[in-house]
Antibody, heavy 118, light 107 residues
């Protein structure tokens, strides 16, 4: 079955760090760009970051630039999101999504909850 | 950033109704617009891409139209499984942006 699976969410402290992972199965992850999208409780979708298939030129939303780092390990078929200097407003469900064609998201993971609280 | 505005925010409709959800972009996104359906506790699901191309496996009662700054999603005859929240998404420029969502409720 073709799917994405996120892991690594949990409770983080303000100013702290968390690392999320997105693992692909049923397809070759390294052939695709991957984006992270988050959804705060009761809110809409917010695009966070993207990494290309070649891992060049990662892109970030202004709200996370300088605090989050996206990377990929093609040998492990995973994409990671290193989250640092966490803020309370980073609290959300984080989804990874496969980027198809010109940039739409054809495949989504089930999401992982990140809660930032003291 | 491109601002995406959906209308209405909430829509009440009955089984069998035809419904239309609109999405307006603050600047042109050409044809690079997608629509997603999301149910509570689930990930979004791609319905349409490139404004009007139906994703494989999505029922043909879903259709999309528009280009530039004005887009719409039409469901021709509501089924019980269609009551959910719908989002438009522009992927023409970074940062990608989404509409605020339209919640489709049973009347």
């Amino acid at each position: 079955e073709v799917q994405l699976l996120e892991s690594g969410g949990g409770l983080g402290q303000p100013g702290g760090s968390l690392r999320l992972s997105c693992e692909g199965s049923g397809f070759t992850l390294n052939n695709f760009a991957i984006s992270w999208v988050r959804q705060a409780p009761g809110k809409g979708l917010e695009w966070v970051s993207r990494i290309g298939a070649s891992a060049l030129n990662p892109i970030y939303a202004d709200s996370v630039r300088g605090r989050f780092t996206i990377s990929r390990d093609d040998s492990e078929n995973t994409v990671s999101l290193q989250m640092s200097s966490l803020r309370v407003d980073d609290t959300a469900v984080y989804f990874c999504a496969r980027v198809d064609g010109a940039g739409y998201f054809s495949l989504w993971g089930q999401g992982t909850q990140v809660t930032v609280s003291s | 950033d491109v601002r995406m505005t959906q209308s209405p925010s909430t829509l009440s409709a009955s089984l069998g109704d035809r419904v239309v959800i609109s999405c307006r972009a603050s600047q042109t996104v050409d044809f690079r617009l997608a629509w997603y359906q999301q149910k509570p506790g689930e990930a979004p699901k791609l319905l349409l891409f490139h404004a009007s191309s139906l994703q494989s496996g999505v029922p043909s009662r879903f259709s999309g139209s528009g280009s530039g700054t004005e887009f719409s999603l039409t469901i021709s005859s509501l089924h019980p499984d269609d009551f959910a929240t719908y989002y438009c998404h522009q992927y023409n420029t970074y940062p990608h942006t989404f509409g605020q969502g339209t919640k489709l409720e049973i009347k």
